[in-house]
Every structure is written in structure tokens, then in C-alpha cells.
């Protein structure tokens, strides 16, 4: 799974793409399907605004986006949005496949 990570001019760059890079792995890494996972972090009015993209092998993209006054809080609601979507698709996708099969 490749992890691109798009901060621009956040004060503190290197911790930043290493928290990410640790929380997208413990989130993602169990789904052999997600080929890459990009983070943008941004600023809006005082609101930290953080999205993500995950590409899935032979599907669409899934997208959220979340802001919080608080960095953490926005992240880890953002990675919440993102397992709903991930288990829909992984639900959709992969049961329809056992029905084909079977």
C-alpha cells in the first residue's frame, strides 16, 4: 500500500507524516485490497481539515473529509469515515463475488 501524505505548510512536517503513516497502517493494513491511500492536511478559519482518498484494486475511489478544531480528533474521525466506507465496499465487492462462485 503506497501512502502519500500532502501537508502544505504545516509547522510540523516530519511528525506529522510519521503520526499519519502510523495510523494509516494500523487502519489499512489488513485489507490486501487498498492499493494507495493519500492524506491532504489543510487549514480553513481556525479548522484543521484533513482528507483522505483510498484506492481500491479494480474499484473506485472513496473519499472523506473531516474538520476539527483539533488535528487528532479531525484525523481520527476522518480514519472512522473512511472504515464505514471501506466495509461497504469490501462488503459489496467481495460478497457478490462469493455469490458468483458459489
Do not use: C, W
Not at 507524516?17 to 494507495?36: H, P, T, V
Amino acid at each position: 500500500m503506497q501512502i502519500k501524505i500532502d501537508a502544505p505548510g504545516h509547522k510540523n512536517q516530519g511528525k506529522l507524516r510519521d503520526f499519519l503513516q502510523d495510523k494509516i497502517k494500523s487502519s489499512f493494513s489488513k485489507y490486501g485490497f487498498i492499493n494507495s491511500v493519500t492524506t491532504r492536511v489543510t487549514e480553513d478559519n481556525g479548522m484543521k481539515v484533513i482528507s483522505l482518498q483510498l484506492i481500491p484494486k479494480n474499484g473506485s475511489p472513496l473519499f472523506v473529509k473531516d474538520e476539527h478544531r483539533n488535528e487528532n480528533q479531525a484525523v481520527n474521525s476522518a480514519l472512522r469515515k473512511m472504515q464505514s466506507q471501506i466495509q461497504k465496499y469490501k462488503d459489496m465487492r467481495f460478497r457478490s463475488m462469493r455469490a458468483r462462485r458459489g
